[in-house]
């Protein structure tokens, strides 16, 4: 039972000079998507050399405020390319090459594509330093390997690097789906959770011997990895599913497609990762996923319990060191139970578009947005302090949708001064907190776009951003030496862009969007011994600007 060890031909130096142990790996289950890398610990410090792992040539070069923050990817000869993110900085020679064109285009944030004869670089040759910029949690360097034909990214801990994994992934537990209206585990009719426990080399249910089923039933476990050396909670490489000797389904994680990588939401548990960040691996497949990982189905991995009988039902796990971890148990068949009715009668269908209006909302659900049929819920609540309209309950946060969809709220109670300043916001009920999801206001209505159900109002924004200043004390001292940085930050529609100048010279100031931090470091654009004029503007995405100006010595 399971699959042979994999591995690669080519073989790649390691990224780092240091013991290579991990705080994430490749397909780990991360916020709508599977993770594409490895992240290498860098002992808790930043500003640790990064060796490109094999000759070739820088092929892009990437600085955002978010993401993989500073990220340079390099083309190899064998067909891939690496990737190398939340860098600190880049080797000297592609550093000064990146602040000209951000000079050039007058922006932090660029997509730079070299020529492939600019950056040629040698197996071993420091490329950049370590950090934690973009949206990194803590210093680490985020690591990939592409195929460089379609960027599809691959296991990386099939390339031969030297990582010791001896250690068997961890069930924690077990749940079963009724999946059907005459189905039901354990005579009730919704998901049921199993706690487990572990003798006799394999995961048993705690404190019975099997699960009373019926009907069109599927399955999913929690299941964590360990690597040797390193208490992270990494991911899966693969995991089966058996029932009576026979494999019902069963993926693996050898490459991912960006393009269909958000897919991850119908593969998982996504009502439970929502309300608990559980991360529940099904192995049932929901019509409108189209994930590529899975080598093998019958029934979209889900099982038929109808015929009185006990039946053996094995799931297994593995790491890709081939550890394996195993769940047995016994599924009895019994007699069907009567299902409640639906809380709707408005009928959605994942495989076509879907509409629903009346006049006061308006949502339409593009063809594929959806992964299942499911019943739309609605309804219209009171009015929220500050808001134009009433919150509507548009379905639940805790159903995923794949594509973005139109929502259009009455904006009945809208002043006109205020259309302009209209967007539709998620309300959360507990915190009382607002969080934007855009918008325009048009004929009466408010419309935005939006990737996730939720309760939703129409607000307007008409505060401008809040610069603090961290380097100036009272205007005209500078309190750091060789740099002048601010916290910036915008309460609703959030900040669309930043601009500094010094003696009304554009200057690169570098953001930081987890901290809110905004930094310019002196350089060659500013001269010494002198008094320098200094202004900041930074808009939302509402149009309200804010300004700071300030007068200082250097």
């Not at 820088?58 to 083309?75: C, E, H, K, P, T």
């Not at 390997?145 to 296991?155: A, C, D, F």
């Amino acid at each position: 039972m399971g699959p042979k060890l994999k591995a690669q031909e080519v073989h790649f130096k390691a990224p780092l000079d240091i013991p290579l142990l991990l705080n994430g790996n490749f397909g780990e289950i991360r916020s709508n998507h599977f993770h594409t890398g490895l992240d290498f610990k860098t002992r808790g410090e930043t500003g640790l050399p990064v060796y490109s792992i094999e000759a070739g040539y820088v092929s892009r070069i990437s600085v955002s405020a978010s993401g993989y923050g500073n990220a340079l990817y390099v083309n190899h000869p064998s067909g891939h390319t690496s990737v190398y993110g939340h860098l600190e900085q880049f080797s000297p020679a592609i550093q000064q090459w990146v602040k000209m064109n951000q000079y050039r285009l007058k922006q932090f944030e660029v997509n730079l594509t070299p020529a492939e004869t600019q950056f040629r670089v040698k197996k071993g040759e420091l490329i950049g330093k370590s950090g934690n910029s973009g949206s990194s949690a803590g210093p680490h360097l985020h690591f990939e390997i592409r195929k460089t034909s379609n960027q599809h990214p691959l296991n990386p801990l099939f390339f031969g690097f030297d990582i010791q994994d001896e250690t068997k992934p961890g069930i924690e537990n077990l749940y079963i789906y009724p999946l059907s209206d005459s189905s039901h585990v354990q005579n009730k009719t919704s998901r049921q959770t199993f706690k487990l426990v572990h003798y006799a080399d394999a995961y048993h249910l705690k404190g019975m011997q099997s699960v009373n089923v019926f009907g069109n039933i599927g399955f999913g476990i929690d299941a964590i990895d360990y690597l040797d050396g390193s208490w992270s909670k990494c991911g899966i490489y693969q995991m089966e599913l058996w029932v009576d000797n026979q494999l019902i389904n069963a993926f693996e994680l050898d490459e991912l497609d960006f393009d269909t990588n958000r897919y991850l939401n119908s593969h998982i548990d996504y009502d439970f990762f929502i309300r608990e960040n559980r991360k529940i691996h099904k192995t049932f497949i929901e019509p409108g996923n189209r994930l590529k990982i899975y080598r093998q189905t019958i029934n979209q991995g889900m099982v038929q319990f109808n015929d009185g009988k006990r039946h053996k039902v094995q799931i297994i796990v593995y790491d890709a060191s081939m550890n394996a971890s195993e769940i047995s148990f016994y599924a009895l068949s019994t007699i069907p139970v009567k299902h409640a009715k639906p809380a709707s009668d408005v009928h959605f269908r994942y495989n076509e578009s879907n509409r629903f209006e009346n006049d006061q909302l308006k949502v339409n659900i593009p063809e594929g947005a959806l992964y299942n049929d499911m019943y739309f819920e609605y309804k219209a609540g009171n009015q929220p302090p500050t808001a134009f309209s009433p919150l509507y309950k548009i379905h639940a946060i805790f159903t995923p949708l794949h594509k973005n969809i139109e929502i259009s709220i009455r904006a009945n109670t809208l002043p006109k001064h205020l259309e302009s300043k209209a967007l539709l916001a998620k309300f959360d009920i507990q915190t009382g907190k607002m969080a934007s999801l855009g918008g325009q206001f048009e004929k009466g209505w408010v419309s935005t776009s939006s990737r996730s159900f939720g309760n939703i109002c129409i607000v307007a924004d008409t505060l401008a951003p809040v610069i603090m200043p961290l380097s100036i004390k009272n205007g005209n001292t500078l309190s750091e030496a060789g740099k002048i940085r601010f916290r910036i930050s915008d309460e609703l529609s959030g900040i669309k862009s930043y601009n500094g100048f010094i003696d009304n010279k554009w200057v690169l100031f570098e953001f930081d969007a987890k901290r809110d931090l905004l930094e310019y470091n002196f350089d060659e654009n500013i001269k010494k011994d002198k008094n320098h004029q200094l202004k900041l503007e930074v808009e939302d995405q509402k149009g309200n600007v804010a300004t700071y100006e300030a007068t200082f010595y250097y």
